[in-house]
């Protein structure tokens, strides 16, 4: 919202009632987890080998390196709450590679 000064004025609305409606739209609309594998390369950093294999829930899986997860993080998340890109495969998937050059390409598919 913009007040007249152009200035950014935050919403006046009771941030519990925000809380109550993200609530009550996760209780509607279930989101997926998604199975993180390791498909190809070598990671540089020495934590995942081709074959390594993760499930992504509410939280970061255990044993996926930082890099690697804020790589395939938005793209998860696009998954978990039903998202296709145009440019997979096929759909509920996608392949993205860690951002070391040198380093892994992660397959993310949608678990039903």
Not at 41 to 62: S, Y
Not at 79 to 91: D, H, N, Q, V, Y
Not at 98 to 110: F, H, M, Q, S
Request: aromatic share 6%; proline share 5%; with cysteine.
């Amino acid at each position: 919202m913009r007040c007249a000064l152009g200035k950014y004025q935050p919403p006046e609305a009771n941030s519990a009632e925000k809380t109550a409606s993200l609530g009550s739209w996760r209780k509607e609309k279930p989101v997926a987890r998604v199975r993180v594998t390791v498909k190809d390369g070598v990671c540089q950093g020495g934590v995942h080998k081709v074959g390594d294999a993760f499930i992504a829930g509410d939280t970061t899986p255990e044993g996926v390196c930082v890099d690697a997860w804020a790589a395939i993080a938005p793209y998860v998340m696009t998954l978990r709450c039903g998202g296709e890109f145009s440019w997979a495969k096929e759909g509920g998937a996608a392949e993205i590679h860690c951002p070391d050059a040198c380093g892994i390409t992660l397959e993310l598919k949608r678990m039903d």
